[in-house]
């Protein structure tokens, strides 16, 4: 069975500029998870998507937005990069949208903003 | 706010010792988790803890919570160079769908 697969593996941008990040969940699972991963603030929640809607979003300013498609996958969207953008994004899935099912975690996306 | 704390922060060990890693968190939740990262990758699923007094073990690490507590612990047998990574306790919000992550442990096992 495949996993969560996420791309690109790498992403580097400019300030100012939009990235678009992308995943997709393991077979059966509705649920996706974003988190981002930036150095010396561990690992902070950013979304959660479920049937194709955004049921929770963490303290992230609006920049960060995203959607799920029909099939389940997701787009991470942010706009307006900052340097402190710069991070490991990483999506999850999860076969429900409830708290009693693990979240099983992709590869990740390392976007650096330049 | 759901807070989870981890300690240490930075562990050295030597091979073949024993050490436990600490998570303690601020509110009940419905299950915790452990999670493994080796640098620069993704993060492994290690154990899921869903109640009181839940042991559970693979090789040489085990995973006990205690509810009452608010404390999970990682505890590692005899350690080996490839137990080197960090890890991440979490707990999972009820109905927020997310997991709140502890600042990770790094581990680093010596010959």
């Known amino acids: 069975e495949a996993g969560v697969t996420q791309s690109p593996t790498h992403l580097i941008k400019t300030r100012g500029q939009q990235a678009t990040l992308r995943c997709s969940p393991i077979?059966?699972?509705?649920?996706v998870y974003w988190y981002q991963q930036a150095l010396g603030l561990g690992l902070q929640f950013l979304l959660w998507?479920?049937?194709?809607?955004?049921?929770n979003r963490g303290n992230f300013p609006p920049r960060f937005s995203g959607r799920q498609f029909p099939n389940y996958s997701s787009e991470l969207n942010v706009n307006a990069l900052e340097l402190e953008d710069s991070a490991l994004y990483l999506c999850?899935?999860?076969?429900?949208?409830?708290?009693?099912?693990?979240?099983?975690f992709g590869p990740g996306t390392r976007l650096t903003v330049l | 706010e759901l807070k989870v704390e981890q300690n240490p922060l930075f562990l050295s060990m030597q091979e073949g010792k024993n050490y436990t890693i600490y998570c303690n968190y601020s509110?009940?939740?419905?299950?915790l988790y452990w999670y493994r990262q080796d640098p620069g990758k993704s993060l492994e699923s290690l154990f899921v803890?869903?109640?009181?007094?839940a042991v559970k073990q693979e090789g040489r690490l085990m995973a006990s919570l205690d509810t009452k507590a608010r404390l999970s612990t990682l505890h590692i047998t005899a350690a080996v160079h490839d137990l080197s990574a960090t890890y991440f306790c979490?707990?999972?919000?009820?109905?927020?769908?997310?997991?709140?992550f502890g600042d990770g442990t790094t581990l680093t096992v010596k010959p």
């Open positions: 803890l869903l109640s009181n007094g």
């Open positions: 077979s059966g699972h509705t649920s």
């Open positions: 999850a899935s999860s076969f429900r949208g409830y708290t009693t099912d693990t979240q099983y």
């Open positions: 979490a707990v999972a919000n009820t109905n927020a769908g997310k997991s709140t």
């Open positions: 998507y479920d049937e194709g809607e955004e049921r």
């Open positions: 509110t009940t939740s419905d299950r």
